[in-house]
């Protein structure tokens, strides 16, 4: 049997090489095809901590769990000690001393894991970590579950001609996005308006007008506007957004004849995109969703598979 992927934790695709990535992508589409979950001779226990908002993230994390045959301990910040002033830390620590083995977290952090997994000798948390997100930070299995996409698309990555559109600057899905495709081989461009291009983003693929790149793309990606992260008004409203940067119907038919769009969602129907092209012929959107409970359960089991969760398969 081919040596599975180990990690004590799965935080970020930064040092993640090629090879491993197209493991994930290839046992991924396994479980997709229908392919049998390992049986674990002893049970598993995972939570899912989002202390933000997530609708596909969470629910996609909890279905991948069940899939693997995981049991999943309920976990709600709101009613929980963290209200009390408890910190991230010692909330975990709870959790791991009533036995649960994994935890999926979601956080406003950068970072917030580096507190869980640098520890001091006195300290003895023993925890497996999922990044569902931190900041402006990680998005790492967002990130993955598009390369899945891309790669069930096109075969492979080297050569693709890829744009990322819109929010750049607080988007954690385009930090992870844009470093793993160039690692891959394509082609980065980058669009939307200039306030949220930085020069951090120049190492990576180059700025240009949406109108100029759309023709020429392989993959679209467009970022959500993220309103509860701007510090101040963005300055236009989301019919200017929309004409001036969003995938408009016109915008729509100068595309080449297999570009795909990509969207990580939640979408503002009719900003970023028009809402009639949500579910049209080129757009991936519910086809990432989808892959994104079987990418998690690869990530899952890397996981399991580098804590030695589960006894004896
Ligand atoms: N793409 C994504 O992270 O969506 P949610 O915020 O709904 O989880």
């Given amino acids: 049997m081919q040596e599975r992927l180990k990690l004590q934790h799965f935080l970020t695709i930064k040092k993640l090489k090629n090879d491993q990535v197209e493991e994930l992508i290839k046992r991924a589409e396994y479980f997709k095809a229908g392919g049998a979950v390992p049986e674990y001779a002893q049970p598993i226990y995972a939570v899912n901590m989002f202390f933000e908002n997530s609708t596909r993230t969470h629910c996609s994390f909890e279905m991948a769990e069940r899939k693997l045959g995981l049991q999943t301990i309920p976990f709600d910040p709101v009613a929980s000690s963290v209200k009390k002033g408890e910190t991230l830390y010692d909330t975990l620590l709870a959790l791991n001393s009533i036995g649960v083995n994994l935890a999926v977290i979601r956080h406003s952090q950068n970072e917030y894991y580096k507190e869980l997994i640098d520890l001091d000798e006195t300290q003895k948390l023993n925890m497996g970590i999922v990044n569902a997100g931190d900041g402006s930070g990680q998005h790492p299995s967002q990130c993955l579950l598009d390369m899945m996409t891309i790669h069930e ?47 951090e983003f120049t190492e990576f693929g180059s700025y240009g007008k949406v109108d100029d790149l759309l023709p020429q793309m392989d993959v679209v990606i467009l970022l959500r506007v993220q309103h509860e992260r701007h510090k101040q008004e963005i300055g236009f409203s989301p019919t200017e957004y929309h004409t001036e940067y969003g995938l408009t119907r016109k915008r729509y038919t100068h595309m080449k004849k297999n570009a795909i769009i990509m969207h990580p969602g939640p979408i503002n129907r009719g900003v970023e995109l028009a809402s009639e092209l949500v579910e049209s012929s080129r757009s991936r959107f519910a086809k990432q969703m989808q892959n994104g409970v079987f990418m998690r359960m690869a990530m899952i089991e890397a996981v399991i598979n580098g804590r030695g969760l589960g006894g004896k398969q």
């Avoid at 075969?155 to 690692?183: C, E, P, W, Y």
């Fill in 153 to 199: 698309q096109f075969g492979h990555f080297k050569g693709l001609k890829i744009a990322i559109i819109g929010d750049l600057t607080n988007s954690r899905v385009a930090r992870s996005d844009m470093r793993l495709l160039r690692q891959l081989g394509a082609k980065l461009y980058f669009s939307g308006p200039t306030c949220w291009y930085s020069s």
